[in-house]
Every structure is written in structure tokens, then in C-alpha cells.
């Protein structure tokens, strides 16, 4: 007798055993996906933050007059305009995703058609980020080296503080890269467990 109760037990165990981990492992996932969310959107507003306050005076040599007092700011070169547009965007939409996350979180059963449309979102967001990453580093390394073929001169030399700004907002704007990558890479493999389940 004991050993029939025994064996009606275990299938029992068994059948709540996997659904149990599956729920476990899918808030687990959502956990993971609020992070990088909320990292998304505090690297995008520092990267926006450094770029906007970048802004210096100094004097410039103008010949044949001497020196001319001249400021730089970000809004002098489009780059660096479509830069602080494209990481606004990017802050903006990780508030979005952040809640659709926490959502996801209180009702762990959310709609297969909405991940697939975030992940989707992730990667057009990912390519404005990367985009913005490109073009501002671009007319940085010019602003740094200068180009000697088109005989533009490098700036950073005159206004370094307004460089390393520049610099500390794209070093940090490839880490939103980093973070927007980590993110679709962790929806299509939470998809890959949930279809493979």
C-alpha cells in the first residue's frame, strides 16, 4: 500500500514541477529585462546630459586681427545635433519598454505579439544609437586629428574641454549599444526557451 501511495504521488509532483520552474525562470527573465532597460535609459540621459552642457570660450587666433574669443557648443556641428537626437530617442524609449517590462512583471502571461514587436523596436533603436555612435565619432576624430587632405584643421587642441565632453558622451553611447545588443539578444533567447518549452 505504501508503495502505490508513493507512486500516485510522484506523477503528480512531476506534473507541477515544470511549470513551476517555467514561471520562475520567466520572472527571472523580466528581472534581467527591467535592468538593462533602466541602464538603457540612464546611459542614453548621461550620454544626452554631456553632450547638451558641452560648451567653451576661448580665444582663437584670427589673422590678421590677433585673437578673436569664439564658444563651441554641441549645436555648432549637426552631427553632434542628430547625436543628442538619436540618444533622447533612445532615453525615451527605454521609459516606454521599462514599463511594458514591469507589466510583464505583475502579469507574467503578456502577449507573444508585443515581445516580438519590442525586440523588433530594440533593433531599429539600436541601428539610430549605432548611427549617432558613427556620426559623432567621426567629426570627432576630425575635430582631434584634423584631416590634412581637405585641410581641416583639429580643434581639440583649442578647446579641449568641449573634446573630452564630446568623448565621455560617445564612450558612453557605445555602451548604450552594448546594452540595446545585450537586450535583443536576451528577448530572442527567452523566445527560443518559450517556444522550445
Known amino acids: 500500500m505504501a508503495s502505490s501511495m508513493t507512486s500516485s504521488v510522484a506523477p503528480s509532483e512531476y506534473k507541477n514541477s515544470p511549470p513551476r520552474a517555467s514561471a520562475t525562470t520567466s520572472k527571472q527573465s ?22 547638451v552642457t558641452s560648451k567653451q570660450k576661448e580665444l582663437v587666433p584670427f589673422p590678421p586681427f590677433g585673437s578673436v574669443p ?50 523588433a523596436m530594440d533593433v531599429v533603436m539600436l541601428a539610430i544609437v549605432a548611427a549617432a555612435l558613427g556620426t559623432a565619432a567621426g567629426v570627432a576624430y576630425v575635430g582631434l586629428r584634423g584631416n590634412s587632405h581637405t585641410r581641416w584643421t583639429k580643434i581639440c ?29 536576451h528577448s530572442v533567447f527567452t523566445m527560443y526557451r518559450k517556444i522550445s518549452n
Open 30 to 51: 523580466a528581472v534581467v529585462e527591467v535592468v538593462l532597460r533602466v541602464l538603457l535609459f540612464l546611459g542614453s540621459l548621461t550620454a544626452v546630459v554631456v553632450m
Open 70 to 119: 569664439n564658444t563651441t557648443r554641441f549645436t555648432d556641428t549637426p552631427a553632434f545635433v542628430y547625436f543628442v537626437a538619436g540618444l533622447f530617442r533612445a532615453g525615451l524609449y527605454s521609459i516606454i519598454t521599462t514599463l511594458l517590462s514591469i507589466s510583464a512583471l505583475s502579469k507574467p502571461v503578456y502577449s507573444k505579439i508585443l515581445a516580438l514587436y519590442v525586440v
Open 157 to 185: 587642441n583649442i578647446y579641449d574641454t568641449f573634446c573630452q565632453q564630446a568623448a565621455v558622451a560617445i564612450i558612453v553611447s557605445s555602451f548604450v549599444a552594448t546594452l540595446l545588443i545585450m537586450l535583443i539578444l
